[in-house]
Every structure is written in structure tokens, then in C-alpha cells.
């Protein structure tokens, strides 16, 4: 049953609301452990609405930083980029769902709309759906016949099977090894309770990646596991963002640029705001040495995730490629005033002042 609490009339102009960012869903359960399920109810609708082209989502990585921030939400918005924000809180049972959400203009700090849902947990992956088409709909965003379609594919999970998916994507997020060991485990443990539960599957493939791009294990090892679970999730559901972008990883752990390439192309075209996706594009072009396309598809990764700190140190790499100095030592000095104790970007500083005959800021920047 859906109950309607308050809702808005929303008279403005469609192309003032396009971009959106989710901020970190409110926990309303008693029990502190349920942290993650709230922050996985973020990452889905966040990953719903970034299915639809005509708008931009902004990354749950960069909505995330903003979590218990006392800032405004008109503040929070700017930094993000964001002219619309979507509030919400979350409260579960062992079966049932419950989430209260609100849109607001992010300028005005006025209530749009809002919502509660009461649904199956069974039913969370149509929740998310119906939720993310709604929003479309009150910022009068076009979706498209196939967007529509994708949207409206989702099927009931083992409520038992999505818990420790949720509970897995939790520890994934941190990245250490020891806390992608504790994904595995979660991620594992979804798919004895559902073996055909592609979400899991694509995670672990996912985290084979993660251990291989943070030097944990050798690409030879983590490319055929990658593949191995992304090939499995396919076969399941093929139109599943996480399973092109698993395949990407692993095509290009492998070398392999034109696979890389085609499932990250696919990866963007379902699920457009996918800013991981656009930042494998952008890696493969750089192995080319095509720092242009590097260059323009990174950028399109940052506006998705604002806060990535690892994004703009491709950036400033592929713009050191293209021998665009100045536009580095752009990069770097606004990723030091967002991220003081960052070292990456130095070494490409210092390149670029190298380049530029700099020698007096390259003495200031090695004192830094």
C-alpha cells in the first residue's frame, strides 16, 4: 500500500531541474546496524534515477561525503552541482519497507513533492523503479520508451539474499582488503540463498576488480574471476550496468582496449549517469594515447562525482598528454582546496611546471 502524506504542485521551468542528487538516506530503525540498509536504499535509487538520460545524477560517492553535515541543503546543492536534492528515511522490518521521500529545489530550499512507500522487502528492487520514475515525473524529465522498459524489469529478490548483498556493498565501499574480504563473504552468501541474484554476482566480480586496481592481487588473477562471476550475472540479467562495467574492468585488466571499450559504452548507454563507466572510457582512450577523448570523458565522470579525488588525478594526466598545462595546475589547486592531505596529483605537477619552464613553483610545489 502507498500512503500519500503531502504532496506539492511543481510549476517551473522542466530544464531548471536537471541535475539531482540523493542525499544519504535517514535510518529511522532502533537497531544502529541498520546504517546499511538505509545507505543501500541511497545507492539504488541513486543508481535508478541515473538510468534516465535527461537528467544528471550525481554519485552517491560524492552525495555520501555530505552525510550528518550540518551545512544548508541550498550549500550542500552547490557543491554538488545539484539544482534539485532528494531527502529520505527509511525504516524496515523483517518484511516490510517503509520510505518517506522528499524532493526540494535546492535554491529555494522548497518541498517539491513527497511520498511515503510501504512495500514487501521482496518488492524493493519495483520500489526503487517506481520511486526514480516518479521523481522523473515531478521534474518533468522525459524517459524514454526504452529507459521506461529498463526501469519497469525489475523483479523480486529474496529479501533474505538482497540483506547480504546490501550488507556486502557496505564493506565494498571502504575498499581495504580486509573489508573487501567481508563483501566477498556477504556477496557469497546472497547468492547460496539466490543463485540466480545477478546483483551479487556482478558485485563479486566487482570486487576482484577493486583488489586488483588497489594492488592487492595481480591482474592475471583478478581479470578471469572478474570475468568469470560478470559472464555468470550476465547470462541472468544482461542489462545490468554493474555487469557491463565488471567486464569492461576485466577486458582491460586483460588489455583487451575494444572490449574494455564496448561494455563500458554499454555500461553509459543503460545507465548514463554512471560515472565509474565514463572514467573506464576515459582510461582506455588514455592507454591510447587519445587525450582528448580522455580529457572530455573524464570531465563527464567528475560532473557525476564531484568528490572523487582518484578522477581528478586521471584528469590531470590525460590534460599533462595533451600538453594542457594550465588546465592542470587548475585541477590540482582546486583538488587542494577540496582535498588538503591529497599527494596523487603532485607528481603531475610537477611534471606540467617542468614543462612550462615553472622552476621557481616547481621548487615550491616539491617544499609543499
Known sequence: MTVVFDQYILDSDPLYYRSIAVLPFQSLSDDLDDEYFADG?????????????????????????FKGSDLSLPE????????????ASTQQSSERVRITVQLIDSETDEHLWSETYDRDISDILTLQSDMAQEIARQIQATITPEEQERLNASKAIDPAAYDAYLRGMQHFSRMTPAELEIAESFFEQALEIDTDAALP??????????????????????APLARGCAERARMIEDELPTVHMALSSAAWLEGKLDESEAHARSAVELQPSYPDAWAGLANVQLIREDYGQAVEFMRRAIELDPYNPFYRNVLATALLGARNCNDVISVQRESRLMFPNL???????????????AFDEVIQAEAD
Do not use: D, Y
Open 41 to 65: 536504499m541511497t545507492e539504488a535509487l541513486t543508481a535508478s534515477l541515473a538510468k534516465i538520460e535527461s537528467i544528471r545524477v550525481i554519485s552517491r560517492t560524492s552525495a555520501m561525503r
Open 201 to 222: 554476482l556482478a558485485s563479486l566480480g566487482m570486487t576482484w576488480v577493486a583488489r586488483a586496481l588497489n594492488q592487492i592481487v595481480p591482474n592475471q588473477v583478478a
Open 343 to 357: 599527494p596523487t596529483l603532485l607528481p603531475t605537477l610537477i611534471s606540467c611546471l617542468h614543462v612550462i619552464e
Open 76 to 87: 550542500i546543492a552547490r557543491r554538488l552541482g545539484a539544482s534539485a536534492i532528494v531527502e
